[in-house]
């Protein structure tokens, strides 16, 4: 079966720095996806990896191991805002996205 | 600059009552998504279409329909609405199958 699996809840102290983690098992891999999803909010692409190593955008970075099916979201220098489920969605051989249930991040001051 | 709107944003149905989730998109992309979103679980895929006047099954089509008559709208449709189906009801669409998804707002709906 096709599997997603990152921790259900996290908390980070305002202005500190966290990972989020996703490990996949999917039938073929076509790119990893995260998003950001604030309470009663539409998801919102944060970025987007399909080769190995590290994506850079603003405070936002996000890794991917294919050998290893794992990736991580690397928030910086938390701000109250982003405080928000981040989702990790994996494309598999037939285009289409595996979800994980998400990880609620809660930044405390 | 509205991107994706779904109607209605809320909904509260009895058993066995039928209705219809209207999704536009004004970005002109072939691709449109429904997916339902419930406590504790990904993001799970009902329907699909690739092009106007396709659809296709995702991983939990059974009680829903849909129609993409025109390539700006997929019509989500639940002909007997069931308690299960009280969710959070997603839309999105991309240019293309590999791009990232642009999500409407959603539409919540109860079954009682």
């Known amino acids: 079966g096709q599997n997603i699996d990152q921790p259900t809840e996290m908390t980070a102290t305002e202005g500190a720095i966290v990972q989020i983690n996703c490990t996949y098992q999917t039938s073929g891999f076509n790119g990893l996806f995260w998003y950001q999803q604030h309470a009663g909010e539409a998801p919102t692409f944060l970025s987007y990896n399909v080769l190995d190593g590290l994506e850079e955008k603003g405070r936002f970075s996000s890794f991917l191991s294919r050998s290893k099916g794992y990736s991580y979201l690397l928030l910086k220098e938390l701000q109250m805002k982003d405080s928000a489920s981040y989702l990790c969605?994996?494309?598999?051989?037939?285009?289409?996205?595996?979800w994980g249930a998400g990880t609620k991040l809660i930044i405390k001051p | 600059n509205a991107g994706v709107t779904q109607t209605p944003k809320f909904r509260v149905l009895k058993t066995g009552q039928s209705m219809t989730l209207l999704c536009a998109q004004d970005?002109?992309?072939?691709?449109m998504y429904w997916y339902r979103q419930d406590p504790g679980m990904g993001l799970r895929l009902i329907h699909y279409?690739?092009?106007?006047?396709?659809?296709a099954k995702g991983e939990v089509p059974d009680g829903y329909n849909v129609s993409r008559l025109k390539k700006q709208n997929f019509l989500l449709g639940l002909e007997s609405a069931a308690p299960s189906q009280t969710s959070v009801y997603f839309c999105?669409?991309?240019?293309?199958?590999?791009?990232?998804?642009?999500f409407g707002d959603g539409t919540r709906l109860s079954i009682l």
């Open positions: 279409s690739v092009g106007e006047g396709t659809t």
């Open positions: 999105a669409s991309n240019p293309t199958s590999q791009a990232p998804q642009h």
């Open positions: 970005m002109n992309h072939e691709y």
């Open positions: 969605a994996v494309m598999d051989s037939n285009y289409q996205l595996i």
